[in-house]
């Protein structure tokens, strides 16, 4: 029954898919066959296979790009970023929950309230206040704003997961001589792991594939990979051969990444926008 | 005894909430307010002179050529992308919700441009307008690869459309499915037994059972396309003259280019009203939906 229902209409949509999937990938075909092409044969036939291959875009590209520093700034800034914003936020949606206070409750509002904001509507006077602290040119300087953006959104999502946590746990710890640090350390914040997850996947693709607060905050020597594209892209622009060699280096490393951990990703993304 | 008490909840309360409060005031609250502050002010960003103009940056907007073409193209790309990307998302969702074989394989695929930049995605799709649709025109012979893609405003216009589907469709996609694989077997056998065609399932029991996927999806589309930034200055820059710049662009150029900086906050500000009334409206009809469910 299921292999002749299977044989007529399921067919015909598997091929129809499969067409779909074809017209989604002809971008990426684009980009990577014409990385390995000589500029000339780009201008001669961009639709062509690569005849001969060549290396050589890549190996100048990594060069001028300097890739392995754009590369470590955004590997750094991504991982440091997630990590903290983890941290700070699961520990303040925690007090939230477990100590609704009005002061709390405010706080809190405040938090969901500003996720509202988009960050062109106060990137202007981000930066006066960023350069009064001596927030700029630096990669700490940038993390302290991710923890400033990150924090509204991520707090969101614990201070709903952490509801769903029953409290007799956390009560028969304290009864046992647990200190309340102990109680989240040790108990609360394993609890909170599949709420974890999402929170560093989703804030991993905003934070690797963010260019305007990097753009704005980061001077010249410092470069995430974003940064150093752009900077690229304007000093080659229409030298075709090394830009698709840029840009295909660009992409990598997070196309890797999805492809790695694509049903936690998806899972991920499906939970904190259903939420969300 | 109890004042100790008392004390050590307040470090508590500081330890757990301190450091998030502390990065979110300096970082978002500050500006935020500082911001409605200089809207008021003719300032160049650099020097300490602030020059007192009262509501003269917001007479000055509403005159401003530039920032209303803006807000009629954004408002545009917002109606064409919400609702086509929307249509791509469903359709591939409602065919990935069928027992083809591939369909780990396909929703991968579609979902994959969503998690690179959208800087990134709008160089890639700079040099498929310019070489790649040329070289497969020459091919094929079809005219509509050989228009002049981001060299004619309409063309341009529908160029970042384009982009921003391919980049979105699999997001929402995903939403969908999600909701897909929820509504009950049993009602569409019931269905097809009372002799109801496809057609008449997808429009009477499949789409009102999705109804509050549909609210997520459409209203996360809109605010994607009402703050679209990336895309659009790594594809056109906003050009062919200015013809696609967005809000959110040309508030960056007023400030970091025209050095406009009081200017620019007053822009944020109007930018920041109408961007907190189509999020509110979204929170809103989600919470809403979470009521019923």
């Keep these: 029954m299921e292999q002749s229902r299977y044989r007529g209409t399921t067919l015909i949509l598997e091929i129809i898919g499969v067409l779909l999937a074809l017209v989604f990938l002809v971008p990426f075909y684009f980009l990577v066959s014409n990385a390995f092409k000589k500029y000339g044969d780009i201008l001669l036939d961009s639709a062509a296979l690569p005849n001969p291959w060549t290396v050589d875009n890549f190996t100048r590209a990594w060069d001028i790009m300097s890739f392995p520093a754009s590369f470590m700034n955004s590997l750094i800034i991504t991982v440091t970023t997630i990590i903290g914003l983890a941290v700070i936020s699961s520990m303040a949606a925690y007090r939230m929950v477990r100590h609704s206070s009005k002061y709390n409750n405010l706080l809190f509002a405040v938090f969901v309230a500003a996720m509202v904001i988009p960050f062109q509507s106060i990137m202007i006077p981000l930066i006066t206040v960023a350069a009064n602290l001596n927030l700029t040119n630096s990669l700490s300087g940038l993390w302290f704003a991710y923890m400033g953006f990150g924090s509204s959104m991520t707090i969101f999502l614990y201070h709903g997961f952490v509801k769903s946590i029953p409290l007799e746990i956390e009560e028969s710890a304290t009864v046992d001589g647990c200190s309340p640090y102990g109680v989240f350390w040790r108990i609360v914040f394993p609890l909170l792991k599949p709420m974890t997850v999402t929170i560093i996947i989703l804030n991993s693709l905003w934070v690797w594939n963010d260019f305007l607060l990097p753009d704005l905050m980061l001077g010249e020597g410092q470069r995430t990979i974003p940064l150093s594209t752009y900077a690229f892209f304007g000093q080659y622009t229409k030298q075709w051969d090394l830009a698709l060699a840029g840009l295909v280096m660009g992409v990598l490393p997070i196309l890797i990444f999805f492809l790695m951990l694509q049903r936690h990703i998806i899972e991920g993304i499906t939970a904190g926008s259903v939420k969300g | ?293």
Excluded: C
């Design chain 2, 1 to 293: 005894m109890k004042s100790s008490g008392w004390s050590k909840s307040w470090i508590q309360q500081i330890v757990f909430t301190g450091p998030a409060t502390v990065a979110f005031a300096i970082i978002v609250a500050l500006p935020f307010f500082m911001g409605m502050y200089y809207s008021f002010f003719d300032w160049n960003g650099v020097s300490d002179n602030l020059k007192f103009v009262g509501l003269g940056n917001f007479t000055a907007i509403f005159q401003d050529e530039a920032f209303i073409n803006s807000f009629i193209f954004t408002s545009k790309f917002t109606v064409a992308t919400v609702i086509l990307s929307n249509l791509v998302g469903f359709i591939l969702a409602l065919l990935l919700t069928q027992p083809v074989k591939s369909r780990n394989v396909l929703r991968t695929i579609f979902f994959m441009p969503n998690v690179i930049g959208g800087l990134l995605l709008g160089f890639i799709w700079q040099f498929i307008f310019i070489k790649g649709f040329s070289a497969v025109g020459e091919k094929t012979g079809w005219a509509l690869f050989n228009l002049p893609w981001l060299g004619d405003e309409t063309t341009a216009f529908w160029g970042v459309v384009i982009v921003t589907i391919w980049s979105t469709a699999g997001y929402l996609m995903v939403i969908y499915i999600s909701a897909l694989i929820n509504v009950p077997k049993d009602l569409m056998e019931a269905a097809s037994i009372d002799g109801a065609t496809a057609m008449q399932k997808l429009r009477h029991i499949t789409v009102p059972l999705i109804m509050p996927a549909v609210t997520i999806a459409l209203f996360l589309a809109l605010s994607w396309s009402f703050k679209s930034f990336d895309i659009i200055l790594s594809l056109t820059k906003g050009g062919p003259y200015n013809s696609t710049q967005s809000v959110a662009l040309n508030i960056y150029t007023e400030a970091f280019q025209n050095n406009n900086y009081g200017l620019g906050t007053a822009k944020a500000l109007v930018f920041f009203v109408i961007v907190a009334i189509i999020t509110s409206l979204q929170v809103w009809l989600t919470k809403s939906r979470e009521v019923q469910a």
